[in-house]
């Protein structure tokens, strides 16, 4: 069963709000300027099939929640504490936070932060890019289970 943030999927998440206790949001940056825009772009490109991925992955425990978007002048621990607060109240045991920006590392002190150099999925073949995919999943599994594990 996958869990993304539509109608459709948040009527099964209330339903079963005691087995989904974990939501992924992927932070992406903005920047339209001429010298980043590309990179800015293959950055949520990433960003948006790895967390995509991670999804399918843990299906029926994870909620993939849209990206939060962000420009230099949005980002602040004020922005991360606001949307923790919010899922927190909605019922999340976790909140994954997914970034190919480094600066949220200090940003999101005492939240997860979940930090991944962008990797330019746009011009390779499927099979290449999932073998990827799955890669960069066998980094972030290991802080997701050791987060699943303290809260038993």
């Known amino acids: 069963m996958n869990v993304k943030f539509n109608v459709h999927d948040m009527t099964i998440f209330q339903q079963q709000k005691d087995f989904i206790d974990t939501a992924i949001v992927p932070l992406v ?3 339209f300027s001429v010298p980043q825009l590309l990179q800015s772009s293959a950055a949520a ?3 948006l099939s790895l967390t995509n991925y991670i999804e399918q992955q843990f299906k029926g ?3 993939l929640l849209p990206p939060v978007c962000y420009t230099v002048l949005l ?3 004020e922005l991360i504490q606001n949307v923790h607060a919010e899922l927190q109240n909605a019922g999340f045991k976790h909140v994954f936070y997914i970034t190919s920006d480094v600066s949220w590392r200090k ?3 005492g939240h997860t932060i979940i930090w991944m150099p962008p990797i330019p999925l ?5 099979n290449v890019r999932t073998s990827i995919l799955e890669e960069q999943l066998k980094q972030i599994m290991p802080q997701m289970a050791d987060a699943w594990s303290a809260s038993l």
Do not use: A, C, F, T
């Open 61 to 63: 425990r994870v909620v």
């Open 75 to 77: 980002r602040s621990k």
């Open 107 to 109: 940003l999101g002190e």
């Open 122 to 126: 746009e011009s390779m073949d499927i």
């Open 45 to 47: 490109n990433y960003l």
């Open 29 to 31: 940056h903005l920047d």
